[in-house]
């Protein structure tokens, strides 16, 4: 359980302080902002573990921009800095999670519209209704139709060998 918070005020000096890595500060810092910033996410944030990241990613990332020699041009500003950073982690945490959406079980999968699971047993059918009809014609007929449609024989060719118009 967190300590109550007392609210402070920061200056150009605890900010420098921190910058250098001054472990008094540092540790200043990770003690009120870690009250501060818990109390903010337990309302926000479902799980103690994604509480305690969203945190130490805060507060490593506010480390990393002070030590990295950006300035923050309002030191008395310096926990609004703070909580924007925080606001930050938050909705990148958000995007991240909104990116990949759990698996259902249940959830039946998705249908391709390129495959057509039918096709093989209409053409099938459609393949023995034909032989039927073949059948019944007679040998010629059935000579004629094979040119025509399976072979492409050209029609004027077809006509002079079977003697039809």
């Not at 249940?106 to 059948?135: G, H, Q």
Request: charged share 35%; hydrophobic share 40%.
């Amino acid at each position: 359980m967190r300590a109550t918070l007392q609210f402070e005020t920061f200056d150009g000096e605890y900010v420098r302080r921190l910058a250098e890595g001054e472990s008094s500060a540092g540790n200043h810092f990770a003690e009120y902002f870690g009250n501060v910033l818990y109390l903010k996410l337990r309302v926000r944030l479902r799980f103690p573990d994604l509480i305690d990241d969203v945190l130490q990613t805060t507060l490593l990332r506010v480390l990393q921009i002070l030590r990295d020699g950006e300035e923050i041009r309002r030191p008395e500003r310096f926990g609004a800095f703070v909580n924007s950073v925080c606001n930050n982690v938050i909705r990148e945490h958000f995007r991240a999670e909104r990116r990949y959406d759990a698996w259902d079980e249940e959830m039946p999968e998705p249908v391709d519209p390129s495959v057509d699971l039918d096709a093989d047993l209409v053409n099938n059918d459609r393949k023995r209704l034909i032989d039927e009809i073949l059948m019944t014609l007679s040998e010629r007929d059935r000579r004629i139709l094979r040119a025509i449609f399976l072979e492409e024989t050209d029609k004027t060719e077809l006509c002079a060998q079977f003697k039809i118009d």
